[in-house]
């Protein structure tokens, strides 16, 4: 079965600085991999999906991960932090191969510090 | 951009009651989905549902646990007898289906979800 582990509860980052959310997954087959981000009192919304070809995905606002196989890893990156990034961050995994489940991480909440 | 939409925002119910769940995703998609969200934990997936019939569920989902497409636009859960554990915010989500029923895009549109407290 497939698994999310976010290691962080809470990233704290100075708004202008790189920031980096941590993620790693367990799959049997092919990972498809996606990042999620919620607001306060919204539903989680798309930010990004690795599904094959280049290992640098690049998505909404900014964002950006790296899959990389042999770490089993697909951290969420920005070049520079802005104040309204601040929000709950989900990494989530699906196995390529079989299910039609996604799964979730627990999340990460990212604080940027202005 | 089109939304999917969840009723009640907030539900508080007593313990052995029964409780429906409404969503309406998003018109044009086929996928719909069931996830719930304990405070501070996980989101965990509960079911799946295409072509009206549940196609993949989680060991959360149990026979208290059931859905339902009753019409062309609304899809519900409904728990038959709620427990204390049962307390969580459920976001319903939806996705196109682009080859042979399987849900290849793979972004999900959730709702804003529904606040459950089981008393």
């Known amino acids: 079965a497939q698994s999310v582990a976010q290691p962080e509860d809470q990233v704290n980052v100075a708004e202008g600085n790189p920031l980096t959310v941590k993620c790693t997954y367990s799959v049997s087959g092919n990972p498809y991999l996606f990042w999620y981000v919620q607001y306060p009192n919204r539903g989680l919304q798309f930010l990004l999906k690795y599904i094959t070809g280049d290992n640098l995905v690049k998505g909404s606002y900014g964002f950006e991960a790296e899959f990389n196989k042999s770490q089993t890893s697909f951290h969420l990156k920005k070049p520079s932090a802005l104040v309204s990034d601040s929000a709950l961050y989900f990494c989530a995994v699906r196995d390529g191969r079989r299910d039609d489940k996604i799964i979730f991480g627990k999340g990460t909440r990212l604080h940027i510090l202005p | 951009e089109p939304e999917v939409t969840q009723t009640p925002s907030h539900q508080v119910t007593q313990m052995g009651q029964e409780v429906i769940l409404r969503c309406v995703p998003i018109?044009?998609?086929?996928?719909f989905y069931w996830y719930r969200q304990i405070l501070g934990q996980k989101v965990e997936f509960l079911v799946s549902?295409?072509?009206?019939?549940?196609?993949?569920k989680s060991e959360i989902f149990d026979d208290q646990f059931s859905v339902e497409r009753p019409d062309g636009s609304n899809f519900t859960l409904k728990i038959r007898s709620t427990k204390l554990e049962d307390s969580a915010m459920y976001f319903c989500?939806?996705?196109?289906?682009?080859?042979?029923?399987?849900?290849?895009?793979?972004?999900?549109?959730f709702g804003s979800g529904t606040q459950l407290s089981v008393l």
């Open positions: 549902f295409y072509n009206n019939e549940i196609s993949e």
């Open positions: 989500a939806s996705s196109e289906a682009l080859s042979l029923g399987r849900a290849t895009n793979e972004k999900l549109f």
């Open positions: 018109s044009n998609h086929l996928y």
